[in-house]
């Protein structure tokens, strides 16, 4: 996977892997999360670095994702339409 550093007050670094489909996004506001998300298959991971939990959401359109990225609070979108919306596997 290759990053790119992105000068934003959102996003702190983007990286894509073409071979499958994944995009990775870490957030300024977000410091102890990271997001990932496969088009391919729908799953959108977050995960929680500074708890070592990683969250799998299935289904999850790739219109949310990008809403997702383009919302002013990354927390509060995820809390209101991701959270209680798809169905979820935590892993440890």
């Known amino acids: 996977m290759r990053?790119?550093?992105v000068s934003s007050t959102v996003l702190t670094q983007i990286g894509y892997d073409e071979e499958n489909s994944r995009?990775?996004?870490h957030f300024n506001d977000l410091s102890?999360?990271?997001a990932s998300f496969d088009q391919k298959t729908g799953v959108l991971e977050i995960k929680?670095?500074?708890i070592g939990q990683r969250y799998s959401y299935f289904d999850v359109e790739k219109e949310v994702f990008e809403e997702?990225?383009?919302s002013n609070s990354k927390g509060k979108?995820?809390?209101n339409y991701i959270k209680a919306s798809y169905p979820y596997k935590r892993d440890y």
């Open 23 to 25: 995009l990775k996004v």
């Open 48 to 50: 929680f670095s500074d």
């Open 32 to 34: 102890k999360w990271y």
């Open 3 to 5: 990053y790119y550093d």
């Open 68 to 70: 997702f990225l383009k």
């Open 77 to 79: 979108y995820f809390s």
